[in-house]
């Protein structure tokens, strides 16, 4: 339950679409972000409740010999294979909400009328109640294509597969009140985000 006092805006979009670019502007207007994938990375460090699970779900061989989680085995494991994705899900989501929440907590707390939760899989996961309103970045799809061939160095086949595996960006756009395009350069897509931000915030401080 988000806490009163604080509007907690989800901002999702699909893979190399300029969602970090996109966070980094608000994180330089001293608006909190919370990154999802940081917190999923925090949820399994070694002792922790959710790494045991994992490793009794998927075998002792998802650890590194320092005791870490091997996030590119676990992967690879999962990547082709939706009911080890769900299963996976099942381990990690409750420990994201639950993280989350404490962030989001301390950021009322501290005086902070806006949030910013940055989720990749926001919609995928069925996490769009946890927050106040969804704002999806996106791009024209021979840019995803290109941003994601030269952000991986790999062939834009093996790019495109990546795409298809993930939720088409025009459905995502559907959950959004606001679309923020980044297919332009830096300078146009922060113009467009200072615009969507002063809408947001009228008159207030924030």
């Known amino acids: 339950m988000i806490p009163p006092g604080i509007r907690v805006i989800g901002l999702t979009g699909g893979i190399a679409t300029g969602k970090s670019s996109v966070a980094r502007f608000f994180t330089e207007k001293g608006i909190p972000v919370i990154d999802a994938d940081q917190l999923a990375r925090d949820a399994v460090l070694p002792g922790s409740p959710a790494l045991r699970k994992i490793i009794s779900q998927f075998g002792q061989e998802m650890l590194k010999h320092g005791g870490q989680l091997d996030r590119k085995l676990l992967s690879t494991r999962v990547f082709s294979d939706r009911e080890k994705r769900r299963q996976l899900e099942k381990i990690i989501h409750p420990e994201i909400q639950k993280l989350s929440g ?89 113009m467009m985000l200072e615009t969507i931000w002063s809408q947001e915030t009228g008159s207030t401080n924030e």
């Open 102 to 190: 404490e962030l989001i907590t301390q950021a009322a707390a501290n005086g902070h009328q806006r949030l910013i939760y940055m989720a990749p899989l926001l919609i995928e996961a069925g996490a769009t109640d946890r927050v106040d309103t969804v704002w999806v970045v996106t791009v024209r799809p021979e840019i995803q294509l290109e941003r994601l061939m030269r952000r991986e160095q790999i062939s834009s086949k093996e790019a495109q597969r990546m795409i298809d595996s993930q939720m088409p960006l025009s459905e995502k756009e559907r959950y959004g009140s606001v679309i923020i395009d980044n297919s332009g350069t830096e300078a146009e897509t922060r």
